[in-house]
């Protein structure tokens, strides 16, 4: 499974996420969808966005561990 950590980067940079959304051009509910890890996809273009804006990398946001079955 792929766990969505841009919360944590979002402390970091200590943003909230309206602000984020509005940054890189998205709605804050497509964010939020991202966020709690119910999207089934990203664009590359918005992840280079999210980077771009947080100053990360895309492994900082995302993160894989196995299924726990």
Do not use: H, W
């Given at each position: 499974m792929i766990i969505v950590n841009l919360d944590v980067e979002l402390a970091k940079n200590k943003m909230r996420s309206g602000e984020l959304a509005e940054r890189?051009?998205?709605?804050?509910?497509?964010?939020?969808?991202?966020?709690?890890?119910?999207?089934?996809?990203?664009?590359?273009?918005?992840?280079?966005?999210?980077?771009?804006?947080?100053?990360?990398?895309?492994?900082?946001?995302?993160e894989y561990r196995p299924d726990e079955d």
């Amino acid at each position: 499974m792929i766990i969505v950590n841009l919360d944590v980067e979002l402390a970091k940079n200590k943003m909230r996420s309206g602000e984020l959304a509005e940054r890189i051009g998205i709605t804050p509910a497509n964010l939020s969808i991202l966020k709690t890890g119910k999207a089934k996809a990203i664009r590359f273009s918005t992840l280079e966005a999210i980077c771009r804006e947080l100053g990360c990398q895309p492994g900082d946001i995302l993160e894989y561990r196995p299924d726990e079955d």
